[in-house]
């Protein structure tokens, strides 16, 4: 497993770009030190001794081997203070990493057997996510498991009805094999009827197909897509209709569905024309968050300033905020290249109604 190889034509400080951070999960922002220290507040016992057992566990060999790990993990989390702690410690991360807009994902699904409400566990994140108004943009969306029977994916859509005021989207995530995006149609249609966005993990662990059934659902992001690459028709689409893929390389890695980064498909992506955007996913478990994700992808793929402007740019469009805030995001990131060589405008057109009905992060908690 190689993180980076060769030596970039021109060295970027990736902390310092202006970026988006799109594809992130709530729970897997959880540091191996906040999971022991939240632990021991709350008196439950870990399999691991300490935080670096923990780490040494973190070398896995899938996606479900992942999964097992991230589970327990999202035990220690039991009260209104730890999604607080929680949701507030990964802003500040992401504020000092560069990162001006982020949109995570939560899944309330797996805390419904704890002892805790839903209204808590919400309370505590929103809760953050307003003290932290100032210094970095943020929106909410929600996420369920594919795993899980569809029926439980609407009840939990519809438990979620108090807080859609501060909802921008909702997705799906978990295992894909055998768990095709088809199969989740009335939610993703119960989500459209309620005005969301939709969104849904595709062609990481699965083919190509899940991503044309993604596409067929019409979602509005594509959440990973590397198997695209595999289907020169399916990626003509991706840049025909500019359905954004937010990938996450680093992850990826991790979880060997590539051999090193330079294999990634983002590049070839990219100059297809299709909108993918670089994200950090789960960057406590997989060691990595957004900058070194960027710093990463240029070291592998040689990415050319006019290449990580535009990548930079397309997490701008990818958003889900309103054309008046992108606005003020794509001059930011203009400035951080000035003269760039073969700097180019947004690849991405938006329809008119995304522009205009584009989610706004609210200013003040009811």
């Known amino acids: 497993m190689v993180l980076s190889a060769g030596k970039p034509r021109q060295q970027h400080d990736f902390v310092k770009l202006p970026k988006t951070d799109l594809h992130v999960h709530l729970e897997g922002t959880l540091e191996p030190e906040m999971l022991f220290r939240l632990a021991g507040r709350n008196h439950i016992s870990l399999p691991w001794k300490n935080p670096e057992m923990l780490h040494e566990a973190c070398k896995f060999r899938d996606l479900s081997g992942f999964l097992a790990i991230y589970y327990k993990g999202c035990e220690v989390l039991v009260t209104e203070q730890d999604f607080y702690d929680l949701t507030r410690a990964y802003l500040e991360r992401a504020a000092s990493d560069g990162v001006v807009h982020t949109e995570f994902?939560?899944?309330?699904?797996?805390?419904?057997?704890?002892?805790?409400?839903?209204?808590?566990?919400?309370?505590?994140?929103?809760?953050?996510?307003?003290?932290?108004?100032?210094?970095?943009?943020?929106?909410?969306?929600?996420?369920?498991?594919?795993?899980?029977?569809?029926?439980?994916?609407?009840?939990?859509?519809?438990?979620?009805?108090?807080?859609?005021?501060?909802?921008?989207?909702?997705?799906?995530?978990?295992?894909?094999?055998?768990?095709?995006?088809?199969?989740?149609?009335?939610?993703?249609?119960?989500?459209?009827?309620?005005?969301?966005?939709?969104?849904?993990?595709?062609?990481?662990?699965?083919?190509?197909?899940?991503?044309?059934?993604?596409?067929?659902?019409?979602?509005?992001?594509?959440?990973?897509?590397?198997?695209?690459?595999?289907?020169?028709?399916?990626?003509?689409?991706?840049?025909?209709?500019?359905?954004?893929?937010?990938?996450?390389?680093?992850?990826?890695?991790?979880?060997?569905?590539?051999?090193?980064?330079?294999?990634?498909?983002?590049?070839?992506?990219?100059?297809?024309?299709?909108?993918?955007?670089?994200?950090?996913?789960d960057p406590a478990y997989f060691l990595g968050y957004a900058s070194d994700n960027w710093e990463a992808v240029q070291r592998a793929l040689d990415l050319t300033p006019a290449e990580v402007l535009q990548l930079a740019l397309n997490g701008v469009e990818a958003c889900f905020l309103p054309e008046a805030e992108k606005i003020k995001l794509r001059n930011d990131v203009k400035t951080a290249f000035p003269g760039a060589p073969g700097m180019a405008d947004p690849i991405v057109e938006r329809t008119a109604r995304k522009d205009q009905d584009g989610f706004s992060p609210l200013s003040e908690m009811d």
């Not at 438990?159 to 094999?177: K, S, T, V």
């Not at 595999?230 to 991790?254: G, V």
Request: aromatic share 8%.
């Open 105 to 281: 994902f939560f899944n309330p699904q797996v805390f419904c057997g704890n002892k805790i409400s839903l209204e808590g566990i919400m309370r505590g994140v929103f809760s953050a996510v307003h003290d932290m108004r100032e210094r970095i943009s943020c929106l909410y969306m929600g996420t369920v498991m594919r795993t899980r029977p569809v029926e439980e994916a609407l009840r939990t859509l519809n438990e979620l009805a108090p807080w859609y005021d501060r909802i921008a989207a909702f997705g799906m995530g978990g295992a894909e094999n055998g768990n095709p995006p088809s199969r989740f149609k009335r939610y993703f249609e119960a989500c459209r009827e309620r005005g969301f966005r939709i969104c849904v993990h595709a062609g990481e662990e699965g083919p190509a197909e899940y991503v044309r059934e993604a596409v067929e659902l019409g979602v509005d992001r594509i959440d990973h897509g590397n198997a695209a690459v595999h289907d020169p028709a399916l990626m003509k689409i991706l840049a025909e209709k500019q359905i954004p893929l937010t990938m996450c390389p680093i992850s990826n890695l991790r979880l060997n569905l590539i051999r090193d980064l330079g294999e990634h498909p983002l590049k070839r992506m990219l100059s297809r024309g299709i909108c993918v955007t670089i994200n950090s996913d």
